[in-house]
Each structure stands twice: as structure tokens, then as C-alpha cells.
């Protein structure tokens, strides 16, 4: 069974850092490519960033491009999402996806439970 387990979530000021971080056992990690997606309250789940296997292509949403980093350690089958000059705005719940294959777009197989972030003004 595989599984997908969020950490690093919590509550940061406006302008403040947090790095994102999954941990993936049940499957090959390294093999498939992995992403992070966020949802809001009231809008839709959307596409963050992901990565892939094994050029460790990247792909970032327009929205977080220069502030968010993606990356992943397959020797310790995590993956990550360091987020700097956080705004309010990002303030959703996070989710870490695993690819159904290991090149981009990230098509999702497996979700995470989630973990919230929440930027204070």
C-alpha cells in the first residue's frame, strides 16, 4: 500500500519561510515522478510544482515561480517544497502527489492527507 505522509505545515508571517516535506514508502520512489498541489477554502485544487525522474526536471506554477523549490532525495524517499517571501495568498492546504510515471505533466496516482499552511498578514 503506498502512502504519502505531509510534514512541516503550520502558521508563518507574511514574508516568512517553510519547507514542505513527504514522505513516501509502499512504492519505488525513485522511479516515478512527484508534485505538491494546493486547495483553498472555496476554489479548486491546484498544481504547485513537481519534478521528475531522472533528470529532475521541474515545473512550477506561474504564482509561485522564484519563491517556491521543489526537490526531492530518493536515497531517503522524500521529497520537498521550500517556500520563501510566503504571502497570504498561498495560504491553503498543502498536498504531496505521486506520479503515475516519471516524466511531467504529473499525472497523480497517490495523494497525501494533506497539511496546512497558513500566512498571517
Known amino acids: 500500500q503506498v502512502q504519502l505522509v505531509e510534514s512541516g505545515g503550520g502558521l508563518v508571517q507574511d514574508g516568512g519561510s517553510l519547507r514542505l516535506s513527504c514522505a513516501v514508502s509502499?512504492?519505488?520512489?525513485?522511479?516515478?515522478?512527484m508534485g505538491w498541489f494546493r486547495q483553498a477554502p472555496g476554489k479548486e485544487r491546484e498544481s504547485v510544482a513537481a519534478?521528475?525522474?531522472?533528470?529532475?526536471?521541474?515545473y512550477y506554477a506561474d504564482s509561485v515561480k522564484g519563491r517556491f523549490t521543489i526537490s526531492r532525495d530518493n536515497a531517503k524517499n522524500r521529497v520537498y517544497l521550500q517556500m520563501n517571501s510566503l504571502k497570504p495568498e498561498d495560504t491553503a492546504v498543502y498536498y504531496c502527489?505521486?506520479?503515475?510515471?516519471?516524466?511531467?505533466?504529473?499525472?497523480?496516482?497517490?495523494w497525501g492527507q494533506g497539511t496546512q499552511v497558513t500566512v498571517s498578514s
Open positions: 509502499g512504492r519505488t520512489f525513485s522511479w516515478f515522478a
Open positions: 502527489a505521486a506520479g503515475a510515471s516519471s516524466s511531467l505533466p504529473l499525472s497523480v496516482a497517490y
Open positions: 519534478i521528475s525522474w531522472p533528470n529532475s526536471n521541474t
